[in-house]
């Protein structure tokens, strides 16, 4: 296994999961969805650091450990994404690579959720794929990796 991690960092009501809005989120829980960002990342050979936070204040202090631990950062800001600039400010200043990543297709949904300030300092974008979404996304910052 390499010596950094992968940071995958999720934002408010992602707690939730399996039970907000299955429609929209599908039926697994953030506990299934680790377990299968754990795997992607174990067979690309890193480990994870899997974070959950409903306050914004700790996804920036996660950013912040991240500068000097993490391989790279999948952050799935989840509301914080549309307006946070102190979130956006954080990942602005990481040097490894981020991937930005939504559940939903955040196209198909509110005018609100269209934006986005973290994507311009994100190097991969991935939304709309369900939470397969998670395992895309540490492949694509495995990729990223070995590509540098």
């Known amino acids: 296994m390499n010596g950094k991690k992968i940071f995958v960092i999720n934002g408010p009501n992602l707690d939730m999961l399996g039970v907000r809005e299955p429609a929209v989120y599908g ?16 067979a690309e050979g890193y480990a994870t650091e899997f974070l959950q936070y409903n306050c914004e204040c700790k996804i920036v202090e996660a950013l912040h450990r991240a500068y000097d631990e993490a391989a790279a950062v999948v952050i799935n800001a989840a509301a914080y ?33 269209k934006g986005s300030v973290i994507s311009p ?28």
């Open 81 to 113: 994404t549309h307006y946070s600039y102190a979130i956006a400010d954080a990942v602005k200043m990481l040097s490894c690579p981020v991937i930005e990543l939504h559940i939903s297709n955040v196209f198909a949904r509110e005018e609100f959720r």
């Open 27 to 42: 039926t697994k829980t953030l506990a299934d969805v680790r377990s299968e960002a754990e795997e992607a990342a174990k």
């Open 121 to 148: 300092y994100a190097g991969v974008v991935i939304c709309g794929a369900g939470t397969y979404g998670y395992t895309l996304a540490v492949k694509a910052a495995a990729d990223k990796l070995r590509n540098a």
